[in-house]
């Protein structure tokens, strides 16, 4: 199966932890485009979606899903997201798209995180990826060299305003042993808005598209 095949396969599969008449937290990417179609598809009626992205939010009110402000909720069953590596405890490095301060956002108000990701994001130790931070312009700089302080390389993703009106810096070189240490630490430099750790916020059920199908994965 091609890698686009796997992403429908595992967005159809997560239709199964949506619950008919609830508020479902939705991520942001290709991955999560396939989950909104079939939730689209599937006559599955939801009170709403709280969404992560502007991308997520114009791509659901499209398809007639109504999208609500995350002020107007207090908590969510299930948010359904994908990643760009996730480990064998759960732990996640997100934001390739961009999105990764709403999507903790919208993590924080779920009882239940479900990953959606083709066999290619599971990884042993997270960093290979390069690790996504969104930083206030003026400390880009200053970042940076923190970064470079512990062995990484972090580049100005060119081009690229977050919907908050920030930058994004992408680091190479790390390797992220404690994934929850790693993301408290780089959260209490000034100027970082958030790093794309999603160790506090992390799934607690992986739904990995494979050649043999969805496997489920489920972290204690």
Request: charged share 20%.
């Amino acid at each position: 199966m091609t890698q686009d095949e796997l992403k429908t396969l595992v967005g159809q599969a997560a239709l199964q932890y949506v619950k008919p008449g609830s508020i479902v937290g939705v991520g942001t990417g290709s991955t999560v485009d396939k989950f909104i179609d079939a939730l689209a598809a599937s006559g599955i009626k939801v009170a709403g979606a709280v969404s992560s992205s502007v991308r997520s939010t114009e791509r659901m009110q499209a398809l007639g899903i109504p999208v609500l402000d995350a002020s107007e909720v207090e908590d969510l069953g299930v948010y359904i997201d994908g990643a760009d590596e996730i480990d064998h405890a759960g732990h996640m490095i997100k934001g390739g798209g961009a999105a990764l301060t709403r999507e903790k956002i919208v993590a924080d108000l779920a009882e239940r995180f479900v990953c959606i990701a083709d066999e290619s994001k599971l990884v042993q130790m997270l960093g290979k990826f390069p690790l996504p931070v969104e930083v206030i312009p003026m400390a880009a700089a200053q970042i940076a060299r923190a970064f470079a302080a512990q062995g990484g390389v972090a580049t100005l993703r060119a081009g690229v305003v977050t919907d908050n009106g920030c930058q994004i810096l992408d680091v190479t070189g790390l390797q992220i042993r404690d994934p929850m240490a790693f993301e408290r630490e780089v959260n209490q430099w000034p100027g970082v808005v958030t790093v794309g750790v999603f160790a506090r916020n992390r799934a607690q059920v992986c739904l990995l598209g494979t050649s043999e199908g969805v496997k489920t994965l489920k972290f204690v």
